[in-house]
């Protein structure tokens, strides 16, 4: 195996074949990735991450596309993490988010990392927050987290990105899609996307609704009218701006590129953007300890012993505050 050092070095001097074999050993885990994580992180902590997240059919893709293009003329180095669904028959994923970006694929300040998710929800995959890192560390600036558009468990990006982008777009089905538990409060922007098509309009009329304080919205569920009371602005402070887009023109791009712009200098000012950090990587020490404790007790318990309080589980023999105390006695 190649020195993972070695090709982060390579990496941060432009290499983005060593780059690509950089992630691929992240992705992988193990003791190898642990010590590569190590090493990198130091040197994180610089890039700008902007998470886009929002229904299938939105047109993300193609919106993460226009954006790089615009970050590039501003002469601003892109990497794209783009997680796509795995099939739950063969853990297999298209990872087609080159092919809708074909116009920044070839651009040497652009780099697009395609993941699968392999099974994990919340709308990124395991090691998506590492890849992330090593693209801070070998020295992007602006790094975009598309997230797998599969509705409202996508809220784990409001823990992995500094501005959260939610997409919709009209003629996508019910317009309580919308407002699903999560997802709207995770919006520092929102954006509606596909803005010349019919619909346009009473999408961003339901989206203002939602945001007005004591306006309820009004909207479509199963073919019935519903009335839904206010929803607070999702970030004490800031008050998620709702833009229009048509991604494949580039209409109302520049306007989006300005508001990411404002909500950094909000963080900065409000203080709010060291908060998020320290939020973030409390939940990360939380995630990896869980992980890690979990693998402990399976190592030293033995699978035997599990599969043995599981089958007096499933027999009402003990309860499952009753199993944790036994395993943890073991340890």
Do not use: C
Request: glycine content about 10%.
């Amino acid at each position: 195996m190649q020195d993972p050092i070695a090709l982060f070095e390579r990496a941060r001097a432009g290499d983005r074949r060593a780059l690509a074999r950089l992630l691929s050993l992240l992705e992988d885990d193990g003791e190898v990735a642990s010590r590569l994580s190590a090493h990198l992180f130091p040197y994180t902590g610089n890039a700008y991450v902007i998470g886009i997240t929002g229904p299938p059919g939105s047109g993300k893709s193609t919106l993460v596309n226009a954006l790089a293009r615009a970050y590039r003329e501003r002469g601003e180095t892109v990497g794209i993490v783009a997680v796509d669904p795995s099939s739950p028959f063969t853990g297999g994923a298209l990872l087609g988010d080159r092919i809708r970006m074909q116009d920044v694929a070839g651009d040497p300040g652009v780099f697009i990392r395609s993941m699968a998710t392999r099974g994990r929800l919340g709308g990124l995959a395991h090691a998506t927050r590492e890849v992330v890192r090593a693209l801070d560390a070998v020295g992007f600036q602006r790094i975009m987290v598309e997230t797998v558009g599969a509705g409202q468990v996508e809220v784990d990006i409001a823990q992995a990105a500094d501005t959260v982008i939610v997409v919709q777009a009209p003629g996508l089905g019910d317009d309580i899609q919308a407002i699903k538990a999560g997802i709207l409060e995770i919006a520092d922007i929102l954006v509606v996307n596909k803005a010349d098509r019919e619909g346009a309009a009473a999408t961003l009329h339901i989206l203002r609704s939602m945001l007005s304080l004591g306006q309820p919205a009004v909207v479509r569920h199963h073919g019935r009218a519903m009335t839904i009371q206010h929803v607070e602005p999702s970030r004490a402070g800031w008050s998620p701006p709702i833009l229009q887009t048509v991604a494949t023109t580039g209409k109302g791009i520049p306007e989006l590129v300005e508001a990411i712009e404002r909500h950094r200098i909000y963080l900065e000012e409000s203080g709010e953007g060291e908060a998020r950090r320290r939020r973030r990587i409390a939940e990360e020490l939380a995630a990896l300890a869980r992980e890690r404790l979990w693998a402990r007790v399976v190592h030293q318990v033995g699978r035997a012993r599990l599969d043995g309080l599981v089958e007096q589980l499933i027999r009402r023999e003990i309860d499952l505050h009753t199993a944790v105390e036994r395993l943890l006695k073991e340890l």
